[in-house]
Nanobody, 112 residues
């Protein structure tokens, strides 16, 4: 069945780094990373579109990098210089044809 699986989350100190991966089953692909902090709405963090154009919300520009691993059909989010406000559950998403598919999420906690 179609499925997205996130991995790579964990506990990291402020200023540290994490690499998140979103593995997509055959036939679909993920195009964006979202996050949702406790008590907050789910927000789009980064996406990659036509021609590999990358988009980021202002709060992560210069710190996060989104990239696609074509061979493994995986969407990667490299997160550097992490801040406590980055703490959230991170989800990847596919919306091909307007149909949303979500992974189970991976927890990122930035704390000393």
């Amino acid at each position: 069945q179609v499925q997205l699986v996130e991995s790579g989350g964990g506990l990291v100190q402020p200023g540290g780094s994490l690499k998140l991966s979103c593995a997509a089953s055959r036939g679909i692909f993920a195009t964006g990373w979202y996050r949702q902090a406790p008590g907050s709405h789910r927000e789009l963090v980064a996406s990659i579109g036509d021609g590999g154009v990358r988009n980021y919300i202002d709060s992560v520009k210069g710190r996060f990098t989104i990239a696609r691993d074509i061979v493994r059909n995986t969407l990667v989010l490299q997160m550097n210089s992490l801040k406590p406000e980055d703490t959230a559950v991170y989800y990847c998403n596919s919306n091909l044809g307007g149909n949303d598919i979500w992974g189970q999420g991976t927890q990122v906690t930035v704390s000393s």
